[in-house]
Nanobody, 121 residues
Framework: QVQVLESGGGLVQAGGSLRLSCAASGGIFSINSMGWYRQAPGKQRELVATIDSGGSAVYLNSVKDRFTISRVNADNTVYLEMNSLKPEDTAVYYC???????????????WGQGTQVTVSS
């Protein structure tokens, strides 16, 4: 069973930086897309950034010039470097991995448990 584990959240002042990490493990044959989503209180979960196996990335417009997503395929890990953080970036951040498990014909989507990011003004 594929497991997804995030780390790196916390409390930071506006203008500061944080780096989120996410590692997938457990019987993985291959990983397609990996991504980060966030959900603020009272709001729907939204896509922050995704990256495919070739390294092509897509970003939410509001983070495009401040956040950078990257991955290390050999380690099944994905990172989100967040700079110039704003209070509106406060949310629970979730890692999403589209992976094909060993012995499976198709990929499935797996989610981490979420990590809290709080940006104070």
């Amino acid at each position: 069973q594929v497991q997804v584990l995030e780390s790196g959240g916390g409390l930071v002042q506006a203008g500061g930086s944080l780096r989120l990490s996410c590692a997938a493990s457990g019987g993985i044959f291959s990983i397609n897309s990996m991504g980060w989503y966030r959900q603020a209180p009272g709001k729907q979960r939204e896509l922050v950034a995704t990256i495919d196996s070739g390294g092509s990335a897509v970003y939410l417009n509001s983070v495009k010039d401040r956040f950078t997503i990257s991955r290390v395929n050999a380690d099944n890990t994905v990172y989100l470097e967040m700079n110039s953080l704003k209070p509106e970036d406060t949310a629970v951040y979730y890692c999403r991995v589209d992976a094909k498990g060993l012995g499976y014909l198709s990929a499935s989507r797996y989610w981490g448990q979420g990590t809290q990011v709080t940006v104070s003004s």
